[in-house]
């Protein structure tokens, strides 16, 4: 069963089920939190969540012995404060932020069993605030942005390690906990797959110089957490990476403690960090900034070329956790170890998340695109075009490609990243009608005619396959490969797919708004509240006026603008808002 992963806010979600469940009313109804968030909760110190103070001034109280003042009476006083994992972007350096339960309020305009828990804001005395205006009368002087700028970098840089674990542990299909930190697999795991020549070949860390390439991340919360996530495993393996970023952010860069250096726009950058490489005598790594894991896989191969028979294998393979340094180590030993006296100058992996599409043919392939995510670069004088801003690394595995007979990419090692929605980068040079995309593709048609072709899958993408070459695999921009590739290969199954599907289809039941109604929900089922009170307002609402009705009668009501759907009722039936009642 694959687990869900744990959001931004699952921990304080997690603190806040714990607080209601903790302060004594018996009033609440709330919704425990999933167990890995709670078990994380209870095993992050407190000095490693976000509304920990960063400074403790003279006469400061622990945050382990917070509470709030006894001037409201012993009911209501003199209850402990949590220290919460979220922080206020005005919060000075000495104050905390923590949690508190509440006592019930005996108001007409408040709901029975609402609340419980509410966020406060501790003085470094000690003393309890409800609102930022009363802090600020207190500390006499006046909240900033600017004087909370530390605060947010720590939360941020905690988030980074917290999403780094998280998808750690996905790949292990564990259950996160922050008292077991998901480490990377020894390197000698990992260096055992190769072969004698190669170990020959092994390359230390310091035959590189490790590079990541960004731009205008370094100010806002979400570039600031993914920065530290790629910095983070790094400084974990043993390195200092140099980051290339553009001039008017390297000042930022630098702030947040990097080795930050101008490198111009995407291109220009590229190249510096090949130059300086080059000019060190060492082998130029180069990565993205919001990577959060490295993944290999290793197992035996598919016996058939199908969907089923490739995700078994892929599911059944031994999987490990890479280092960034033990993924470069690794491929720059294949790369300087294969076979001839030409050998491979550019080398990278499998571009996209998942290697199961890889498993029904070789591990290494010589021909194919090499992303520009992350890859090795040995002693090839080839660089990048600085006329192309996007696609560059297209082009890149193409000349390198003429310069030196071959690449060399690992199908089964990949990458945890996010694509297309960063700030900063490849994704400023993208336009919504995708003028930029068609001109870098002429780009690339021009330079290499009859190597790229559109893909049909994806509007202003290309499918990469170099003259006469007989790697396979050459869809390496689709998730769910090239329909037409697909096709060439296995007619059979997709006419058997496609009798599946029909036959699914019509075991679905249309209403009179034509929304399909699966087998496994009656029509005729009448709707019915239940004693779970949704916690949205525009829940309560629908889930009211649904009530009696019947499935076929719901689904396309309009509810606020909107048709009910098939999704909506799953929903409701999944948070137990609504049940079915048979007639």
């Excluded at 990577?291 to 969907?307: C, F, L, V």
């Excluded at 960034?324 to 491979?344: N, T």
Aim: with cysteine; proline share 5%; hydrophobic share 35%.
């Amino acid at each position: 069963m694959k687990l869900k992963r744990l959001g931004r806010g699952a921990l304080s979600s997690a603190l806040a089920a714990m607080v209601k469940g903790t302060g004594g009313r018996k009033d609440l109804k709330f919704e425990q939190a999933p167990k890995a968030a709670t078990n994380t909760m209870h095993q992050v110190p407190l000095k490693e969540r976000a509304g920990y103070p960063l400074k403790f001034p003279k006469g400061s109280v622990d945050p382990k012995n917070w509470r709030t003042g006894s001037r409201c009476g012993s009911e209501r006083g003199n209850k402990p404060v949590i220290v919460d994992f979220s922080r206020a972007a005005w919060l000075p350096d000495d104050w905390g932020q923590g949690v508190k339960a509440t006592s019930p309020i005996q108001r007409a305009d408040i709901k029975p069993g609402s609340g419980g828990t509410f966020t406060v804001y501790m003085s470094p005395d000690g003393k309890t605030f409800y609102h930022k205006p009363a802090a600020e009368k207190y500390a006499g002087y006046k909240f900033t942005e600017e004087g909370g700028r530390n605060g947010q970098i720590r939360k941020a840089q905690l988030q980074g390690v917290q999403a780094m674990q998280v998808v750690r542990a996905q790949i292990k299909e564990l259950e996160f906990t922050r008292g077991q930190n998901v480490g990377v697999d020894p390197d000698e795991v990992l260096f055992k797959l190769l072969t004698p020549k190669e170990k020959k070949c092994l390359p230390s860390k310091n035959t590189f110089h490790f590079c990541i390439v960004s731009a205008r991340r370094a100010t806002s919360l979400s570039g600031i957490q993914d920065i530290f996530m790629v910095q983070t495993q790094f400084t974990e393996a043993g390195v200092t990476p140099t980051w290339y970023v553009d001039e008017a952010s390297v000042k930022d860069y630098r702030r947040l403690g990097l080795h930050a250096v101008v490198g111009g726009k995407l291109t220009a950058a590229r190249n510096k960090a090949l130059k300086d490489a080059a000019k060190m005598g060492k082998a130029c790594v180069q990565a993205s900034d919001d990577i959060s894991a490295w993944e290999y896989r290793h197992g035996k191969q598919a016996k058939e070329r199908t969907d089923d028979a490739m995700n078994k294998a892929h599911d059944a393979a031994k999987r490990y956790i890479l280092s960034p340094v033990a993924a470069a180590r690794f491929i720059l030993a294949k790369m300087r170890g294969a076979d001839g006296d030409k050998k491979p100058q550019l080398g990278g992996l499998y571009p996209l998340g998942s290697s199961s599409r890889t498993f029904a043919g070789p591990e290494f392939v010589k021909h194919n695109f090499i992303i520009g995510d992350f890859f090795v670069v040995d002693k090839s004088k080839v660089l990048f075009d600085e006329e192309m801003t996007l696609k560059e690394d297209y082009d890149f595995t193409c000349a390198h490609i003429k310069a030196h007979g071959s690449v060399l990419r690992c199908q089964r090692m990949t990458l945890a990243v996010k694509h297309y929605s960063n700030v900063g980068g490849a994704v400023d040079e993208r336009d919504k009608k995708g003028v930029k995309e068609r001109m870098n593709i002429a780009i690339l048609n021009r330079k290499w005619p009859g190597c790229f072709r559109a893909n049909p899958k994806r509007q202003n993408e290309v499918i990469m396959k170099w003259k006469g070459s007989t790697d396979q695999d050459e869809d390496d921009n689709d998730d769910d490969q090239d329909a037409e590739n697909r096709g060439s290969r296995k007619k059979t199954s997709m006419k058997k797919t496609s009798r599946v599907k029909q036959t699914i289809m019509k075991s679905f039941v249309k209403n009179s708004s034509g929304s399909r109604i699966p087998p496994d929900i009656s029509p005729k089922a009448t709707l019915a509240l239940t004693d779970t009170t949704p916690s949205l307002p525009k829940h309560r609402v629908r889930c009211k006026r649904l009530a009696g009705r019947t499935v076929e009668q719901a689904l396309g009501t309009p509810i606020q603008g909107k048709p009910y759907g098939m999704a909506d009722l799953r929903y409701d039936l999944k948070k137990g808002n609504l049940k079915l009642k048979k007639r």
